[in-house]
């Protein structure tokens, strides 16, 4: 069992900028898909960043393009979330997740999840 942990969620003001890190109880990150997913208080849980196994392709919603970025590093069996110019509508909690099959996590259908972390931007 793979078990995910987020870190670096916060408050930051409007504008700002934060960086969610998402570590690994297993090493899988070599080999795994993952992505970042969001659920803000109301709201469905959504789809954020999704990356291939090896980084070559990234997805990202309409809605954090050229804003958020998703990367990671093998070595460190850390996967990164860096958000910039953030906006009060990107108050949510933020949740990682992997899965052998990019699709799945595409899907929104990963096999293993974070247990996330607030983030909350004031405007």
């Known amino acids: 069992q793979v078990h995910l942990v987020e870190f670096g969620g916060g408050l930051v003001q409007a504008g700002g900028s934060l960086r969610l890190s998402c570590a690994a109880s297993?090493?899988?990150?070599?080999?795994?898909?993952t992505g970042w997913f969001r659920q803000a208080p109301g709201n469905e849980r959504e789809i954020v960043a999704v990356m291939s196994w090896n980084s070559t392709t990234t997805s990202y919603a309409d809605s954090v393009k050229g804003r958020f970025t998703i990367s990671k590093d093998n070595a460190k069996n850390v996967v990164y979330l860096e958000m910039n110019s953030l906006e009060p509508e990107d108050t949510a909690i933020y949740f990682c997740?992997?899965?052998?099959?990019?699709?799945?996590?595409?899907?929104?259908?990963?096999?293993?999840w974070g247990q996330g972390t607030q983030v909350t931007v004031s405007s």
């Open positions: 297993g090493r899988i990150f070599g080999t795994y898909a």
């Open positions: 997740a992997a899965d052998d099959d990019v699709l799945l996590v595409a899907a929104g259908e990963p096999r293993y």
